[in-house]
């Protein structure tokens, strides 16, 4: 199931962030999480500095799974920072924390197909240096892509219209794939594969899940879709069925 990939923030933090009854998940869950989607046909495995401990936990399972690790597409972001006790994030664009953030990510995880810069903005999208040291990984093989994780609709047009989106991957919220359909396709005309997050969050009146997924599936503009569910991964797999 090349087409859906594993949003995994509930593996490391809190999430939805207001949910009062997380519970950081056990080893059993998570390894029989992570063994039912990659038995399932998923290979796309999403990841962030930003999500607590996610990389950690995800590193430790490909670790005891290297044929796993072997076949994954791994995706991890840099730029936003996450205090575990605090709970509090600040975002952090500089080149020395895009060299620490990825040196930590590789010291957990096996490796990092895809770099997103997290929350991206015009100001690090149109900032030479970053540019020049992301492609430089590229030719160095640390990584064999570059990406932008941009939640707003504005932000991406933006870019689109200033021509700074130099990355291979954007990833964005599924409510901006259906409200701005013709934003996505942009990004599909120059190149650049879309990744949709967040498929079932901020449903439009009368959009089931199944609806949601199959929608965003049939466009032909979208290359992944992340589902990040905790306890309806089966159903979801279902709908592809």
């Not at 997050?197 to 503009?221: F, I, M, Q």
């Amino acid at each position: 199931m090349p087409f859906l990939g594993l949003g995994t923030i509930w593996l490391g933090r809190r999430w939805p962030t207001d949910n009062k009854n997380y519970r950081a998940p056990s080893k059993e869950e998570t390894d029989s999480y992570l063994h039912l989607a990659y038995e399932s046909g998923i290979r796309m495995f999403d990841t962030a500095a930003a999500y607590g401990e996610s990389e950690r936990v995800l590193g430790d399972f490909f670790k005891q799974n290297p044929e796993v690790a072997k076949d994954a597409i791994i995706a991890t972001k840099w730029g936003e920072e996450f205090d575990l006790n605090a709970e509090t994030s600040k975002v952090d664009h500089t080149m020395d924390h895009l060299r620490l953030s990825l040196n930590r990510s590789l010291s957990h995880l096996p490796k990092a197909d895809i770099l997103y810069i997290h929350k991206a903005d015009d100001d690090v999208l149109s900032n030479s240096r970053i540019k020049y040291e992301m492609l430089s990984l590229i030719d160095g093989g640390a990584i064999k892509y570059t990406g932008a994780s941009i939640s707003k609709e504005t932000d991406i047009e933006r870019a689109i219209e200033k021509d700074i989106l130099w990355v291979d991957f954007v990833q964005t919220g599924a409510d901006v794939a259906r409200s701005r359909p013709d934003i996505i396709c942009a990004l599909y005309e120059k190149n650049i594969a879309v990744v949709v997050n967040a498929p079932v969050r901020k449903l439009p009146n009368g959009v089931t899940p199944n609806v949601s997924y199959l929608e965003l599936a049939d466009n032909p503009c979208v290359s992944f879709v992340l589902t990040g569910t905790r306890n309806h991964l089966e159903e979801t797999l279902g709908y592809f069925e």
